[in-house]
């Protein structure tokens, strides 16, 4: 590294809340589980709640938590909706930490 420091910049309310949001997202064991589903492929709420053996209102809370955040997205075919993740960045985030966990 040379002479030059680098400083964190100064945070804006707006970023400190949805950065406070993400880790609050990312602190619930069940939306934990969701998103690491969704690594693979997308899923109705029904295929989630039958995969995670979790009920279909449980899983359809925690997807429109994550949706209000922008950490899935959906699309309709039919009467079904189906998600996937919407945020490369956190997914990157998630599997590192999943990575770490394990590695420890």
Same mark, same amino acid.
Do not use: I, N, P, W
């Given at each position: 590294m040379g002479d030059i420091v680098n400083h964190p910049?100064?945070?804006? @309310?707006? %970023?400190?809340?949805? !950065?406070?949001?993400t880790f609050k997202a990312l602190s619930d064991p069940t939306r934990i589980r969701i998103l690491n589903l969704l690594f693979t #492929? @997308?899923?109705s709420v029904n295929e989630i709640?039958?995969?995670l053996n979790l009920r279909q209102s449980t899983v359809s809370h925690q997807l429109r938590f994550l949706k209000n955040l922008?950490? !899935?997205?959906? #699309?309709? @075919?039919?009467? %079904?909706? *189906? *998600?996937?993740?919407?945020?490369?960045? !956190? $997914?990157? $985030?998630l599997k590192q930490t999943i990575e770490h966990s394990i590695h420890s």
């Open positions: 910049q100064e945070l804006d @309310e707006e %970023t400190l809340f949805l !950065v406070s949001q #492929r @997308e899923y709640a039958d995969a922008r950490l !899935v997205k959906y #699309r309709r @075919e039919g009467t %079904t909706l *189906y *998600y996937s993740y919407d945020d490369e960045h !956190v $997914m990157d $985030m």
